[in-house]
């Protein structure tokens, strides 16, 4: 950006990208939030994207953050960017409104890339031109809210982000496995084992312990919910599994399962029949209950589906892995 485009009037100076910028020039504090939140190419506007650049690099060396030493990397003895840095900070009202203002300049940024495509659009001579206007939009729509890569400085940053967020593990029902297993909701745990060796149970269990906080969603593929229900009831309220199956319940039995009930319903627990989704072939190794569940309609091949927890975005599954031999000169 020129020194003449400065400096922006009050209207834009207002703008979400700005708030982002004054707000790391009136409270340092919030420069890590921005630089492991935001990239050089969620600004539009090119003075924005040098300051953030700035900020960022003062804020890997451990520099001092401020208006001076940010100035010094972006242009030093320059008035009118000096003037537009004053500004901005004059007009952003609070830094206490970052985390909005950082969302509403990814959807600004995102905006205004599809203004200059459909001006591109409407320009054209030839419609098949579009093609490769479209494809650019298809991209703009696909890497919204992306953050699957990331260089060295970057990940340096988002390490720095982290150590400061206090982690919410998942419970598991047992003090030890609470104590070792350390999973959050985006983690991928998978509970494998022998036909028979109780992995549904023990998946229930999870489930159940994990729906006292989180809201679950217990998807079976080879038992039927009533049957889960009732192991469940077994497992809570401390009843046979056996007295249940007969309907040979006695007083106590029923005193025992009727105290259960306010606790059970307060539980956000979900059991889904998935018995008609399966599983994928993935080259010579077939994964039966895992994630891969969700891509196909056919039913099983190869062994039995199991189940799958899901817990928030945590997927917790229990499966068995069959190895396939390959025939000689095919699969």
Excluded at 13 to 27: C, H, K, N, R, T
Excluded at 43 to 52: L, V
Excluded at 130 to 158: C, N, W
Aim: one cysteine or more.
């Amino acid at each position: 950006m020129g020194s003449a485009d400065l400096p922006l009037s009050r209207e834009e100076a207002f703008g979400p990208e700005q708030s982002v910028i004054g707000s790391m020039l009136i409270d340092p504090k919030v420069v890590g939030l921005v630089v492991s939140k935001l990239s050089e190419g969620d600004f539009a506007m090119e003075i924005n994207r040098r300051i953030f650049l700035a900020f960022r690099r003062l804020y890997l060396d451990n520099r001092i953050l401020d208006s001076v030493t940010v100035l010094d990397l972006v242009a030093p003895g320059d008035p009118s960017i000096r003037r537009y840095m004053l500004e901005v900070m004059d007009l952003t009202p609070t830094a206490a409104h970052i985390e909005e203002y950082i969302v509403r300049t990814r959807k600004q940024t995102q905006k205004l890339q599809f203004r200059a495509i459909g001006k591109q659009l409407q320009e054209l001579e030839d419609p098949e031109d579009a093609l490769p206007l479209l494809r650019k939009g298809e991209k703009v729509l696909a890497e919204q809210g992306r953050d699957d890569e990331a260089d060295m400085a970057k990940s340096l940053l988002d390490f720095y982000a982290d150590l400061e967020r206090v982690p919410q593990y998942l419970k598991w029902g047992f003090p030890f496995l609470d104590a070792e297993l350390y999973a959050e909701r985006q983690d991928f745990v998978i509970l494998a084992g022998r036909p028979s060796d109780g992995k549904t149970a023990l998946a229930l269990h999870m489930a159940y312990t994990q729906a006292a906080e989180h809201n679950v969603g217990f998807f079976s593929l080879e038992t039927g919910r009533k049957r889960l229900f009732s192991r469940l009831i077994s497992s809570v309220s401390g009843v046979a599994g056996q007295s249940i199956k007969k309907r040979n319940l006695s007083e106590m039995e029923y005193s025992l399962i009727a105290g259960i009930t306010d606790s059970i319903t307060k539980h956000s627990l979900h059991v889904v029949e998935a018995s008609r989704w399966a599983v994928e072939h993935l080259d010579d190794l077939l994964l039966v209950g895992g994630l891969l569940c969700f891509t196909r309609a056919a039913r099983e091949l190869l062994g039995r589906p199991a189940a799958l927890i899901v817990a928030g975005a945590c997927m917790v599954a229990y499966a068995v892995v069959i190895a396939r031999a390959r025939r000689v000169g095919g699969r």
